[in-house]
């Protein structure tokens, strides 16, 4: 009998000083709370609440919340101390239950919507940091007022993206994800089409660089003849067999470049048809009505300096 007595008397003393406990934080939040430091406020009347859970700590949390603005944290603290009033059969759950429908059109609802076909493997979604289970992401959730950041996670990689909420709003966003339709047409058309527009642009740098090669060795050739010209006359009393030793000299020297830009022409000749070639060979794209057609040319021009090739189009 002395143990249950004792036993009792030791209960009683510590669910006081857990009421005291709760007391002081109360009045702590109180005084915090007519200075409007809000989440310091909200925190002491939640500590208030974890020592001596009761429905007036919960109402005291939920009303801080609520002067904060902060309303759909407020209308969970509601929530939770009608569910205790009305299973304690508390009077007041008639007057929380008013409490939560008056602040229930101030509320901000969201709504994420993932697209019927998205592809969810190594996709994950974060509201405000906090991961949601993809099965919940399109159901409508309750928001405070102010900016919430969505984040889309796709194989590690993550793309944040703040959006601003306003009291009463019912906001519905549509996630942009990777998606199977999306990932067939990738597969099935970028492929074809990028390796026709690389053999394409392949074709052009090989015929550009060989038109460059061929003007280049155009003009080293009219300078060689020239070189050339000028040795045998200056040189060689216009005999290449009546030559002294600059003569040789020079002559050689001009024979020499001439054969080069000879090789050098056959290359570019070369490189021109080969580029041509896969230009001309490459099955054309598919119409599409923002896209110009196509156009290529190769002329000769001839000016001062000399001869040689152009070659222009239009993309």
């Not at 809000?38 to 974890?50: G, H, L, P, Q």
């Not at 603005?69 to 009033?85: I, S, V």
């Not at 994420?112 to 992401?137: E, F, K, R």
């Not at 000299?249 to 054969?259: C, G, I, L, V």
Request: with cysteine; charged share 25%; hydrophobic share 40%.
């Amino acid at each position: 009998m002395k143990r249950w007595i004792v036993g009792i008397a030791l209960c009683g003393l510590a669910g006081a000083a857990h009421a005291d406990r709760a007391d002081q934080l109360f009045k702590k939040g109180q005084k915090l709370l007519a200075e409007k430091r809000y989440a310091e406020a909200c925190t002491a009347f939640e500590d208030s609440d974890r020592t001596d859970p009761e429905i007036g700590a919960k109402l005291n949390v939920a009303r801080c919340y609520q002067e904060w603005g902060k309303l759909a944290t407020a209308w969970r603290w509601y929530t939770d101390a009608e569910q205790m009033a009305s299973k304690a059969g508390d009077k007041r759950t008639s007057k929380i239950h008013a409490l939560i429908e008056d602040l229930e059109r101030d509320v901000p609802h969201l709504m994420l919507v993932l697209p019927p076909d998205a592809i969810t493997d190594h996709l994950a979604i974060q509201l405000d940091g906090v991961a949601l289970a993809l099965a919940t992401v399109g159901d409508e959730r309750r928001v405070d007022p102010g900016p919430h950041e969505i984040t889309i996670v796709v194989e590690g990689r993550a793309r944040p993206r703040t959006i601003p909420i306003q009291r009463g709003d019912r906001t519905k966003i549509a996630l942009d994800v990777p998606t199977r339709t999306r990932a067939r047409r990738t597969v099935a058309s970028e492929p074809a089409a990028d390796s026709g527009r690389t053999r394409r642009l392949i074709g052009l740098g090989a015929s550009g660089a060989g038109v460059v090669a061929v003007g280049i060795a155009g003009i080293a050739t009219l300078r060689a003849r020239s070189d050339y010209q000028h040795a045998l006359h200056g040189y060689c009393n216009d005999a290449p067999d009546m030559c002294d030793a600059t003569g040789l000299s020079r002559t050689h020297s001009a024979r020499h470049r001439a054969n080069i830009a000879t090789a050098v022409t056959l290359l570019g000749t070369a490189a021109v048809a080969g580029g041509l070639y896969l230009y001309f060979t490459t099955p054309p794209p598919a119409e599409r009505p923002d896209r110009a057609g196509h156009a290529l040319y190769l002329a000769p021009a001839i000016g001062g300096a000399g001869a040689g090739v152009v070659l222009g189009g239009a993309f």
